[in-house]
């Protein structure tokens, strides 16, 4: 029988019906052994002919892929075959309540009912010429044919069911794989805005400050190698170093190995930034622990800012504050430079890289859930202030 088995319902439905069809079949073989008449011979002959085709039809659909005009084909020999077994024995009357399912399944829902009906017809008249005309004769097959009719069109909702329900599976199946990839790609974005934010604020300022620091090797005086500069060159240079190894090693940063926040800010303070012309007050608790991805970020937000500061600002000192009042932190960096336009700067962000270190610390604090604000204007300095809410403080 041309079927494709969706669920385990379906595999015991046709299951069921090729053992009741062979047994239909057996026993109007067995009758006929049994009761042998002068048309025995040839009604066992019938029987296994029609037996034969119908195991045709189980295995039809696996060759041809269920080509409807053969499908039905196969059908009309399989009705013939049985309508002259029922001319020979009333027996054969039986093997109709399996074909109802046949008619509804090979011809659909309207074309399969009214196969049915006159399938059913067929097989009262058979009883009734064979055995005389009773009420059994006549009521029996027409409740067999609603009963198959009602199992039939079941049968029929289900596969529909079952075919929806794969397509939905499918569906979902691409579905969550575009979502994986999506999800992919905005890892893979995010993980370059991290690096980018990570090497702006510390390899491409310790690199400024090696070019800084050459500079003012080359404007010393003749009568002064300027290995002060060189040297001071060459230790921001390793630092810078020991950061690009931290990142392939994905470290904790360096400034903060076995220091507070507050340590190294100050060590930067008098190793790099003091170097540079900036005097650097920084008012931390060194007793206040963080948790480490925190005092992290903090750190590069710092490094970034006061990279600018000594960039653009023209300023001689700058104070990095950080306050933890219960559970609540801010960190603050003010200078006295000549100060900016924060309009003009963050409409410019887009267009120039020296942008990107507000752009940076601005992505930092949202990835930590606080406020960012910057208070500057021309002649009076910047306050760059960070607000967060802190759950873990030692």
């Not at 045709?56 to 399989?78: E, F, K, N």
């Not at 939905?168 to 993980?191: C, D, K, Y």
Request: one cysteine or more.
């Amino acid at each position: 029988m041309a079927h494709s088995a969706l669920t385990p319902v379906f595999v015991g439905l046709r299951t069921g019906l090729h053992v009741l069809f062979v047994a239909l079949a057996g026993l109007v073989i067995a009758r006929e052994i049994l009761l042998p008449s002068d048309a025995s011979a040839t009604v066992v002959v019938v029987a296994i002919a029609l037996g034969s085709t119908y195991s045709l039809g189980a295995v039809l659909p696996r060759i041809t892929r269920a080509q409807r005009p053969l499908r039905v084909s196969w059908l009309t020999a399989l009705t013939a075959e049985w309508v002259l077994l029922l001319w020979l024995s009333p027996d054969a009357a039986y093997l109709v309540f399996p074909l109802f399912f046949l008619y509804l399944h090979v011809l659909g829902r309207w074309w399969g009912s009214a196969a049915l009906l006159v399938s059913t017809i067929v097989a009262i008249c058979a009883l009734g010429l064979h055995s005389g005309w009773t009420v059994g004769g006549v009521i029996g097959p027409f409740i067999g044919a609603a009963v198959a009719l009602l199992i039939g069109l079941g049968y029929q909702a289900l596969a529909r069911e079952a075919e929806q329900r794969e397509t939905l599976v499918r569906e979902l199946i691409i579905t969550q794989r575009r979502l994986a990839a999506t999800e992919h790609e905005s890892g893979v974005i995010a993980e370059r805005a991290r690096l980018a934010r990570e090497i702006h604020d510390t390899l491409a300022q310790g690199l400024s400050s090696i070019q800084m620091l050459l500079h003012a090797a080359e404007r010393a005086d003749r009568g002064r190698p300027g290995i002060e500069h060189i040297q001071l060159a060459r230790t921001t240079a390793a630092a810078n170093l020991a950061e690009a190894r931290r990142f392939i090693s994905e470290l904790a940063p360096p400034q903060l190995d076995d220091q507070t926040l507050g340590g190294a800010l100050r060590r930067l303070a008098r190793t790099q930034w003091a170097t540079q012309g900036l005097d650097v007050h920084v008012r931390a608790s060194d007793t206040t622990t963080l948790p480490m991805h925190l005092q992290t970020a903090l750190l590069r937000i710092a490094q970034g800012a006061i990279a600018n500061v000594i960039q653009h600002a023209r300023a001689t000192t700058a104070t990095i504050t950080m306050v933890v009042d219960e559970n609540r932190l801010r960190f603050t960096i003010a200078d006295d430079g000549i100060g900016f336009d924060t309009l003009r700067s963050s409409k410019s962000a887009t267009e120039k890289s020296d942008s990107f270190g507000l752009q940076a610390t601005s992505e930092r604090v949202q990835q930590l859930g606080g406020a960012l604000t910057i208070d500057s204007a021309f002649g009076r300095g910047t306050i760059l202030t960070v607000d967060l809410r802190v759950t873990e403080i030692a």
